[in-house]
């Protein structure tokens, strides 16, 4: 069965509409979330995985301002040092010598340095491992692929909630690294309970994990079981997404000649000087800068699963009235690769981006139909962040460098199947390049 509104299942009605996306994933009205979501990842108190929407009000209204643009925009300079750091290693050690460099481990380290530190104030050095060499990309790996089977039968999880960690690495080693994430994390938030508590350290109030201990959420909110599962859901989240954004951008980019040559260029006219970089809002200025990001992050999708709402009042579609508490679903691969909206959908092109475009009627922005960190009061709190991420990461790396792909394709990058988020094709060894070239200061 075809159409824009389809029964998938005996209880869920999925909507292929981009001009109804926004009723859906609405600022103004209150949507829960099935309790099945908490089940594709096993953590069952975090925010993108409450249920209920005056729940997920209160948790989320305590750590959203710590992602709001000013306080990322405070953040821009560490975020450089680390992209300044991969520029080191690289300039030091890949440059001009036919060395593989696997883009995919660069960019989980990076990111993952990035959260950490913003969550905790802790320094993890991911970016310091050898050959940027991540165990927590590989436990990612097997963790998503568990995701629908989780959700199909949740006392999978639950199960292995149960069993003794030493029992579970031996069952299932791929989880070594994310358990060990997990064990961290703990640690973190003990000594920012100690900290709040003692009042050694004025400072921890700064980190996010210091700014919840001294809100005014409720003390069962405040358990360490509890923070756990949400600092764990926004790592998850933080790494993975914006290193695959990053993985798609340098695909796509390094694969088109063209589009190589103008981003350097522009890069190289805005950056005289690769070790005095413009800050961020200079950056966020650059247009075609703007418009390559713009283009991966439609490509690298966000989550290509349906991300249903349950509506508490019936709804509306046309002629049709879709009655309370029916699961309604979309997905943003339907919106992202809509021709009317997206010609030629499949195609890299940072220029459809230029010149402040319009869609399909005339009336909205393009930039409306970017639905990969979603919309409503559920949209992506990590947004800001991971735009400075992407930013930043991109301008230093096509200033500084000149990069060729090896044994690689775009279909290393293009959404083979659905993990919740895209996953590539299975043999695929990742983005892998060489470094051809190092571009300094322009004299």
Not at 65 to 72: A, N
Not at 313 to 337: F, G, T, Y
Request: include cysteine.
């Amino acid at each position: 069965m075809t159409g824009p509104i389809v029964r998938i299942t005996p209880w869920e009605i999925h909507i292929r509409d981009p001009e109804y996306y926004e009723n859906i994933y609405s600022t103004s009205q209150a949507f829960d979330k099935p309790h099945s979501v908490a089940h594709w990842s096993g953590i069952q108190n975090a925010i993108f995985t409450t249920p209920g929407h005056e729940l997920h009000r209160l948790r989320r209204t305590a750590i959203a301002p710590s992602f709001s643009r000013s306080k990322v925009q405070k953040k821009a300079a560490f975020i450089q040092s680390q992209a300044d750091k991969i520029c080191s290693r690289i300039r030091d050690e890949y440059v001009g010598n036919n060395k593989v460099l696997r883009l995919n481990d660069v960019f989980t380290c990076y990111t993952a340095d990035v959260i950490f530190q913003y969550l905790s104030f802790q320094p993890f050095g991911f970016l310091d491992s050898p050959n940027f060499e991540c165990a927590f990309a590989r436990s990612m790996k097997g963790f998503k692929s568990m995701a629908h089977l989780s959700a199909q039968f949740p006392w999978i999880p639950r199960l292995a909630s149960r069993i003794p960690e030493a029992l579970l690495l031996i069952l299932q080693p791929s989880l070594g690294a994310i358990i060990q994430m997990q064990n961290e994390i703990t640690s973190l938030i003990k000594h920012a309970f100690r900290q709040r508590d003692t009042k050694k350290d004025p400072g921890h109030q700064e980190s996010i994990m210091g700014k919840l201990l001294e809100s005014n959420l409720p003390p069962q909110e405040l358990s360490v079981e509890r923070l756990k599962d949400e600092m764990t859901g926004l790592c998850g989240a933080a790494i993975e997404t914006t290193q695959w954004a990053l993985t798609v951008a340098f695909c796509h980019i390094i694969g088109n000649p063209s589009v190589h040559r103008r981003l350097h260029q522009e890069l190289v006219d805005a950056i005289q000087d690769p070790a005095i970089p413009p800050a961020l809002a200079q950056l966020e200025q650059l247009p075609y800068l703007s418009a390559c990001i713009s283009e991966a992050l439609r490509l690298s999708e966000g989550a290509v699963a349906r991300s249903p709402r349950i509506c508490h009042h019936p709804l509306q579609w046309e002629s049709l009235k879709i009655p309370q508490k029916v699961l309604v679903s979309m997905s943003a691969w339907d919106i992202h690769h809509d021709e009317r909206i997206f010609p030629d959908s499949f195609a890299f092109k940072p220029e459809r981006w230029l010149h402040d475009p319009k869609g399909p009627y005339g009336s909205k922005s393009l930039r409306h139909y970017i639905t990969c960190f979603g919309k409503g009061t559920r949209m992506c709190l990590g947004l800001n962040l991971a735009y400075a991420e992407i930013t930043i990461a991109v301008a230093a790396l096509f200033r500084q460098f000149e990069f060729s792909l090896y044994e690689t394709d775009r279909s290393d990058v293009d959404c083979y199947k659905d993990e919740i988020g895209p996953a590539p094709k299975p043999e695929s060894k990742g983005l892998r390049v060489t470094v051809k070239r190092y571009y300094a200061a322009r004299q």
